[in-house]
Nanobody, 119 residues
Framework: QVQLVESGGGLVQAGESLRLSCKAS????????LAWYRQTAEQERELVAS?????MYADSVKGRFFISRDDDRNMVYLQMNNLKPGDTAVYYC???????????????WGQGTQVTVSS
């Protein structure tokens, strides 16, 4: 079993920055992809940024958000700059992770962390 735990959410004003962190722990053999999603009460969960062999960003965050990984520590980060009220959401860490004994990855989710941006 693998666990993903996010941290770093909070309340900020528009234009400020936040850094989200997510640590993967448990029976980890290989991490294929780590990503950040977000969800609001009005919108379905959407991809914000992902990092595997390539890095992808949602158009709405390009140039403002930056994803990074520390594979030695099984960590993924999301640096969010110039935050806007429209970025308010619950942010979820997602991992495609294989456990020992298999090359097949399983999709795991963190519990989510709230980011609120006031105008």
């Amino acid at each position: 079993q693998v666990q993903l735990v996010e941290s770093g959410g909070g309340l900020v004003q528009a234009g400020e920055s936040l850094r989200l962190s997510c640590k993967a722990s448990g029976n980890i053999f290989r991490i294929y992809e780590l990503a950040w999603y977000r969800q609001t009460a009005e919108q379905e969960r959407e991809l914000v940024a992902s990092m595997s062999t390539t890095t992808m960003y949602a158009d709405s965050v390009k140039g403002r958000f930056f994803i990074s990984r520390d594979d030695d520590r099984n960590m993924v980060y999301l640096q969010m700059n110039n935050l806007k009220p429209g970025d308010t959401a619950v942010y979820y860490c997602h991992g495609d992770i294989a456990s020992p004994g298999t090359w097949s990855g399983i999709h795991y989710w963190g519990q989510g962390t709230q980011v609120t941006v006031s105008s």
